[in-house]
């Protein structure tokens, strides 16, 4: 249909591949020897301190790690079966601020970069990171964002109308035909 508006996709969570699945794959490994030892040791009447703890800390590894592909593929899942939120208009108030906060412990600043905006009247906002699933705007390739962009967002809300919970899985941009484009930079 020639009326019809088209995107073009900035960022799909379902072309993204699982993170971690490497790391996934020696945490697991890291665990069942230090569990092997561990049981080894106690059937030699052996100390079980250090075996203990290498157990418990592998263990809390691997299940960061089984948590975070598990978060990817829900994610994933949800927009594959059409479970996600959508919302179409302009991108407003968009900001870009740098942090920093002091950590005692190691003397320093830990510094992170927050982005917010609004599509219509719904907020967004996260930490430029990475390590969470969906959209985070970080990686090789940054999305410039610019207020007054037609923007679509797909989203799902892990606790519904919580601002913070928004996870953010596609992203397109209105593209503006070129006469329309030389229009409007003409009368404006």
Not at 15 to 26: G, I, K, R, S, Y
């Amino acid at each position: 249909m020639p009326n019809e508006p088209r995107f073009e996709t900035l960022y799909d969570l379902a072309q993204v591949d699982p993170p971690n699945l490497l790391f996934l794959a020696l945490s697991a490994v890291a665990f069942a020897v230090a569990l092997g030892a561990l049981i080894v040791r106690r059937r030699k009447g052996q100390k079980l301190n250090v075996a203990v703890f290498f157990t418990a800390a592998f263990a809390l590894v691997l299940a960061v790690s089984v948590l975070s592909v598990w978060d990817h593929h829900r994610l994933q899942q949800a927009l594959r079966d059409g479970h996600s939120l959508v919302v179409q208009g302009l991108l407003q108030s968009h900001t870009v601020q740098q942090r920093a906060a002091y950590n005692p412990s190691t003397k320093r600043y830990d510094r992170s970069i927050a982005e917010s905006f609004y599509i219509a009247d719904v907020p967004f906002g996260f930490v430029r990171d990475g390590s969470a699933a969906g959209f985070t705007n970080s990686g090789d390739a940054v999305v410039e964002l610019v207020n007054g962009q037609v923007l679509r967002v797909r989203y799902v809300e892990d606790t519904p109308g919580d601002f913070a919970s928004r996870r953010i899985l596609r992203v397109e941009r209105l593209v503006v035909p070129a006469a329309d484009a030389a229009t409007r930079a003409g009368n404006g």
